[in-house]
Structures are given as structure tokens and as C-alpha cells.
């Protein structure tokens, strides 16, 4: 499978600040994917990161919040933007598909674990 | 709607024994299920998954499901757990139609020496 990582690994934010991750993979692939794991809790799809076009959000999240970038086959962004204390979570990024092949499998990064005080 | 249920906050196994982590799912059509393992302060791990074919499917570190259609089940079982297999692990349906990955709550497997 894909070799994930994301940046940072973790980080501590200021309350109305803007945080950005990085998703690189070793390979190319069709999808791409962004979720959050509030606290405690299980993982929530934030959206499908579209290479060349506008990310495809959930119901609950949207653009201005969560600006997404995906400008090759290989690497994303997530911003989370003007954070508050209820954006701290893990977000996690993963990956469908390398380019050529049909897996139906998504492999995950090992997350970025952010707090917002 | 689609949705998985993981029905165990936690369980709980010794050493040696074989353990049950279980999954019931919804969803139209035929699912396509998966099971990952979530180590502490770590992503999540692929360990198997059930598109077609076979009820019983092989995994990762000894682990195996079993998909039963009637009871709409797919738990995760291993003959033999390991302390080293505690950690937090989640049953994630994925509907043919739609292509998104809908997660269980998870499940804290804990084994005991």
C-alpha cells in the first residue's frame, strides 16, 4: 500500500487562528479523503479532495471552514480555519486507489492531532 | 440510511483466548465491509475486508471476519489474542453506490496477560 504522512504530527493553537496540514503520498492515486476524530469519538468524512476542482464537503462542513487543496495526484492540504476549542481533534487524511488500479480499499495517514486553547 | 453499530464500548479477553469484536451494519444493496485497528497516537490500520466471495475473510495479525448476510453481521475474530492486539478498533461500511466509508462507533479491545 501508499506510504502516507502528514504534517505536522501535532500542534497547539491559538483560539481564531488558522491551521494547515499537509498529506503527501509516495504515489500517485485516484482519491483522496480528509477526516476528523473528535475526542472519544469515531471518524467523521469531512470531504473527498478533487484533484484540479473544488473539494466534495459533507453535510456539516463547509468551504470557509475547512478549505481544502489538492493540486496534484499526490499531495493535499486541510485548513481549518478560525479555530475555536471544538476544532481540536485528529485529523486524518487517506488515500483510494493508485492511479491505474481498483482497490476499494482507503489506506489512512497517522494524523494530525490538533489542540486549540 | 446507511450506518454500522459496534455494539461493545469495550471487551475485554486474556491472553491466549479468542476474542469477538462485533459489527452489524445497514445499507442498500450489496456492502462492501472493512475492519481497521487504531493504535494510541496513531492513524488508523487497514486490517481486512469483505467485498465478495468468501463469508470468511483472512486479514492482517491473525485476524479474520466473518460476513453473514441474513444477520447482517461482520465480526472480527481471532483465535488467539495477544496483549499486543489491544487497541481501538472500528467495523466501516462503504456503499457501492455512494463510495463513502461509514464508520462504527469502535470498539477498545483490552487483552490481559
Known amino acids: 500500500s501508499a506510504v502516507i504522512s502528514q504534517k505536522p504530527s501535532r500542534d497547539i493553537c491559538q483560539r481564531g487562528t488558522s491551521l494547515t496540514i499537509q498529506c503527501q503520498v509516495d504515489?500517485?492515486?485516484?482519491?483522496m479523503f480528509w477526516y476528523r476524530q473528535q475526542p472519544g469519538q469515531s471518524l467523521t468524512l469531512i470531504a473527498t479532495a478533487n484533484q484540479g476542482s473544488e473539494a466534495t464537503y459533507e453535510s456539516g462542513f463547509v468551504i470557509d471552514k475547512f478549505p481544502i487543496s489538492r493540486p496534484n495526484l499526490t499531495f493535499s492540504t486541510l485548513t481549518v480555519s478560525n479555530m475555536s476549542p471544538e476544532d481540536s481533534s485528529i485529523y486524518l487524511c487517506?488515500?483510494?486507489?493508485?492511479?491505474?488500479?481498483?482497490?476499494?480499499?482507503?489506506?489512512f495517514g497517522p494524523g494530525t492531532r490538533l489542540t486549540v486553547l | 440510511a446507511q450506518s454500522v453499530a459496534q455494539p461493545e464500548d469495550q471487551v475485554n479477553v486474556a491472553e491466549g483466548n479468542p476474542l469477538t469484536v462485533k459489527c452489524t451494519y445497514s445499507v442498500s444493496g450489496n456492502p462492501y465491509l472493512f475492519w481497521y485497528v487504531q493504535y494510541p497516537n496513531r492513524g488508523l490500520q487497514f486490517l481486512l475486508k469483505y467485498i465478495t466471495g468468501d463469508n470468511l475473510v483472512k486479514g492482517s495479525y491473525g485476524f479474520e471476519a466473518e460476513f453473514n448476510k441474513s444477520q447482517t453481521s461482520f465480526h472480527l475474530k481471532k483465535p488467539s489474542a495477544l496483549v499486543s492486539d489491544s487497541a481501538l478498533y472500528f467495523c466501516a461500511v462503504r456503499a457501492i453506490n455512494t463510495g463513502k466509508l461509514i464508520f462504527g462507533q469502535g470498539t477498545t479491545l483490552q487483552v490481559k496477560p
Open positions: 504515489s500517485q492515486v485516484t482519491m
Open positions: 487517506s488515500v483510494e486507489d493508485p492511479v491505474g488500479t481498483s482497490t476499494d480499499t482507503q489506506y
